[in-house]
Every structure is written in structure tokens, then in C-alpha cells.
């Protein structure tokens, strides 16, 4: 089982921007999309974006589309969410997880790992 570890959270003002970083332990398969969702305080968990694996398809959550770009380096089996613009509202643990189907989905059912988490705090 492929296992996910992020990085790259923070503390940043309103407006400011950060990049969190997804690693893999190992090369993941060609079918398989990788996500990142969020969960704040009091909140269920949401879909932020999804991303296959070549990269050319990508799904983004109205919130946070123009803002957010999704990513990803195979080489280095890495997936990377550039957040600009950011808000107090994006403020939120982000988990990077994986799905070994081909298609992209909003609803976190079928996948395979979870990462832990990193944690973006956005102060106003």
C-alpha cells in the first residue's frame, strides 16, 4: 500500500500563498488519481482538487477555483498544491489521499491512502 506524507503548511497572511507537497513512498500506478481534501474545526472533510495521472484532467471545488493549481511530478512521485489568494476561510488541516481508479471524484469512497495531514492556518 502506497503511503502519502505532506508537507509544506503554515502559518500566512490573507492574500499570501503556500505550496504543500505530497511524497509517495513508492511509484504510483498510472491509474490511479491523486486529491487533496481539507477538514476545519467543526467541519466535515471537503474536495479541494483532483488530479490524474497524467495530468491533464483536473477537478477543482468552486472555492477555491483560479486560486489553487494541482500538480504533479511522477519522477518524484510527488503531488503539489499551489495555493495563492489564500483566505481565513481556506484555513484547514489538508489531506493528500489516493484512488486506484482512473476517474476523478468529489466524494472520498474507493481510496487507498490517506496521509496525515498539514495543517494551513490563513490569519486576517
Known amino acids: 500500500q502506497v503511503q502519502l506524507v505532506e508537507s509544506g503548511g503554515g502559518l500566512v497572511q490573507a492574500g499570501g500563498s503556500l505550496r504543500l507537497s505530497c511524497e509517495a513512498s513508492?511509484?504510483?500506478?498510472?491509474?490511479?488519481?491523486v486529491y487533496w481534501f481539507r477538514q476545519a474545526p467543526g467541519k466535515e472533510r471537503e474536495f479541494v482538487t483532483g488530479?490524474?495521472?497524467?495530468?491533464?484532467?483536473?477537478d477543482y471545488a468552486d472555492s477555491v477555483k483560479g486560486r489553487f493549481t494541482i500538480s504533479r511530478d511522477n519522477a518524484r512521485n510527488t503531488v503539489y498544491l499551489q495555493m495563492n489568494s489564500l483566505r481565513p476561510e481556506d484555513t484547514a488541516v489538508y489531506y493528500c489521499?489516493?484512488?486506484?481508479?482512473?476517474?476523478?471524484?468529489?466524494?472520498?469512497?474507493?481510496?487507498?491512502?490517506w496521509g496525515q495531514g498539514t495543517q494551513v492556518t490563513v490569519s486576517s
Open positions: 513508492r511509484r504510483i500506478f498510472p491509474w490511479y488519481t
Open positions: 488530479i490524474n495521472w497524467s495530468g491533464d484532467n483536473t
Open positions: 489521499a489516493a484512488r486506484n481508479k482512473a476517474d476523478i471524484v468529489r466524494a472520498p469512497v474507493d481510496f487507498v491512502s
